[in-house]
């Protein structure tokens, strides 16, 4: 018998907190909860938990900020970031503080729970991968959720993660920004393109020897990225 994945819900609302408890045991997986940012970072780096569902707004701070801290502090885990805000700009910075996901208030359950499943999956499929692989300067080790640069670890949020890993296995192509927000963002049609471009700028910060002027995560002017071989 499997272990059930286990998800953090950090969420003020004690109605919903009760709904998404319920609903999610009803589908096998096991639920922690906090009702604010204290709760939740204590619970998020002590459960290590499996998924995050992060509200925006709490009592005692911003999810995004706590997104931001608990990725500085080494959580790799999916983070999905629920909110009533929808405006672009709020997504922008949701998944720069290192969210994978964002979804907006009021939002259907079976919806929420395939987002979960895709997460879920992609980060198991990410542990199923072999061996430590060369990447520019750096070694990125999937298995283990590391990526290090001359034998020291580097920070890398989970999203960063995902991003590299479709490089690597389309490594030598020419991906557009366009097919990297469908296969690595999903379907949020809402993300813009420039959220694409924030992420490989923070990978050729981890990467190259000169990010000003890369050698290994190339831009190919009006088609997109290329990783290219070593």
């Known amino acids: 018998m499997s272990i059930p994945a286990t998800i953090l819900v950090i969420e003020d609302d004690p109605a919903m907190t009760a709904g998404l408890k319920d609903n999610l045991e009803i589908e096998g997986y096991r639920l922690i909860t906090a009702g604010n940012v204290r709760e939740g970072r204590e619970a998020a780096l002590r459960g290590k938990p499996d998924l995050v569902l992060l509200d925006v707004m709490l009592p005692d701070g911003d999810g995004v900020s706590l997104c931001r ?4 502090h080494g959580m790799q885990q999916p983070i999905i970031m629920l909110t009533a805000r929808s405006e672009e700009m709020d997504k922008v910075l949701g998944f720069e503080g290192g969210a ?9 359950l079976r919806e929420l ?20 692989l060369a990447v520019g300067m750096a070694v990125v080790d999937f298995k283990r959720h590391q990526l290090s640069r001359d034998g020291e670890l580097l920070e890398i949020s989970a999203k960063e993660l995902e991003l590299l890993r479709y490089l ?6 020419v991906v557009s920004r366009d097919r990297l927000l469908s296969k690595v963002w999903g379907h949020q049609r809402e993300v813009a393109t420039r959220t694409v471009d924030n992420f490989i700028v923070r990978l050729r910060k981890k990467i190259e020897a000169d990010p000003s002027d890369p050698r290994y995560l190339i831009t190919v002017h009006g088609s997109g990225y290329k990783l290219v071989d070593q």
């Open 69 to 72: 801290d608990l990725r500085a």
């Open 100 to 108: 994978d996901d964002y979804i907006v208030k009021p939002f259907g």
């Open 113 to 132: 729970l395939a987002r979960i499943h895709a997460h879920l999956r992609r980060n198991g499929a990410a542990g199923q991968q072999q061996g430590p």
């Open 168 to 173: 690597v296995a389309h490594r030598g192509e």
